[in-house]
């Protein structure tokens, strides 16, 4: 595979956009965490949904309209479609080499020994889109995914070449180089992978991301947990100490600073009284 290719922050400015991308940095670049490499794409969202669920263990006791809620967990998960197109055959086998790139990140690493391979290295990836993936703990560490990406696995990729935006054609033989512009990484492609071939110059692509959650979250009373100034999860503000909040009283209450075992309304105590936590956290 090489070095990392497209890991500079430009593409050719040969197109509309290229010079957004360039300008604005709107790409979606991916880091496999054990072997360091990296990649993007410009950023053509054309569906993203990010979705937190949280699981229950119910809990069901005679004689008891509700069950008996025990949390266990806040589980993330982001799923993302793209697109990436090409004005030229250039830029056409640039997407494709890409897409072999993302493909690679979804093996793990081995280490090789004489009585057999062993895995030393799971496939980890680091995603980063402006502020709708990112660390929230590397706020101003940049726009690479390998500094500020948020960590998680993918269980797979999809891909499939867009039929009604067509082809480019390229004919060549094994080893053979074009006569191209000079790429982001440098590198040059064979024409042709033994023969004739077919650039699509439209790509569709997809996946589904578990993240990983690496610091803090939570409330202690009406405290939020991470830090002051990592404006948990998208960057607009922080969860307390923060400007732009929206606080809603119940009437007689208090707010936020009443716990809703003290309340005084029955049916708040009792449903905080049978509800149970459980686990560890950091």
């Known amino acids: 595979m090489g070095n990392n290719h497209r890991h ?7 197109s509309g956009e290229s010079s957004l991308a360039n300008q604005k940095k709107l790409f979606i670049d991916f880091h496999a965490v054990a072997t360091g490499k990296c990649i993007a794409f410009k950023a053509f969202i054309t569906a993203f949904k990010d979705s937190f669920q949280s699981s229950w263990n119910e809990e069901s006791v005679y004689g008891r309209n509700d069950p008996i809620g ?32 993302l493909l690679a990140m979804l093996y793990p690493t081995y280490e090789e020994a004489d009585n057999g391979n062993t895995i030393s290295g799971s496939p ?14 590397k706020a101003g560490d940049g ?26 054609d390229v004919i060549g033989s094994p080893g053979q180089s074009d006569k191209r512009p000079p790429t982001r990484s440098g590198f040059q492609h064979a024409a042709g992978a033994g023969g004739p071939a077919a650039y699509p110059k439209s790509i569709s692509l997809s996946c589904n991301f578990t993240v990983l959650h690496t610091h803090p979250l939570g409330w202690v009373g009406s405290k939020w947990r991470s830090k002051a100034g990592e404006r948990w999860p998208y960057g607009i503000d922080d969860q307390t100490s923060g400007k732009r909040h929206f606080t809603v009283c119940r009437k007689g209450e208090g707010g936020d600073n009443v716990p809703a075992a003290k309340s005084s309304n029955p049916a708040i105590k009792e449903a905080a009284k049978n509800t149970v936590i459980k686990g560890t956290f950091l």
């Open 8 to 14: 500079k922050e430009t593409w050719r400015d040969i």
């Open 124 to 137: 980890l990836i680091k995603i980063k889109f402006a502020n709708w993936i990112r660390d929230a703990t």
């Open 143 to 168: 726009i690479r995914a390998s500094n500020a990406g948020l960590l998680g696995y993918v269980g797979g990729f999809d891909w499939s070449p867009n039929f009604d935006e067509g082809f480019f």
């Open 70 to 101: 025990t949390f266990e967990r806040t589980k993330r998960v982001i799923s993302l479609s793209w697109e990436t197109t090409s004005i030229d055959h250039f830029e056409a086998m640039d997407n494709m080499h890409a897409v072999e790139h």
